[in-house]
C-alpha cells in the first residue's frame, strides 16, 4: 500500500492492525493514536490531519512509516 497525506488512517491501520503499537517509535507524539480520544478521531482522520494534530511533518513521517512497516516485514 502507497501512502500520502490524503490517505485515510483507519484505511492503514486496516492493513496494519498492528501499528498503532508501532507509531510511537516514528515519534512519541503519536501516542494519541491510543488514547480514547483519538482511537474516535482515526475514523476520519488522515495522514496529515493526525501530523498536525501531533506537529510532526506528514513528509517526514511518511518517510518513518515506510522504513516502520518495511522492517516489520523482515
Known amino acids: 500500500m502507497k501512502f500520502d497525506v490524503n490517505t485515510k488512517i483507519a484505511e492503514i491501520l486496516k492493513q496494519f492492525p498492528w501499528l498503532?503499537?508501532?507509531?510511537?517509535?516514528?515519534?512519541?507524539?503519536?501516542?494519541?493514536?491510543?488514547?480514547p480520544i483519538?482511537?474516535?478521531?482515526?475514523?476520519?482522520?488522515?495522514?496529515?490531519?493526525?501530523?498536525?494534530?501531533?506537529?510532526?511533518?506528514?513528509?517526514?513521517?511518511?518517510k518513518k512509516l515506510d522504513e516502520l512497516i518495511a522492517s516489520h516485514k523482515g
Do not use: H, Q, W, Y
Open 38 to 62: 483519538g482511537k474516535m478521531l482515526i475514523k476520519n482522520a488522515t495522514v496529515a490531519d493526525l501530523c498536525g494534530k501531533a506537529g510532526i511533518e506528514p513528509e517526514d513521517a511518511l
Open 20 to 35: 498503532p503499537e508501532e507509531l510511537v517509535k516514528i515519534d512519541s507524539r503519536f501516542s494519541i493514536v491510543n488514547s
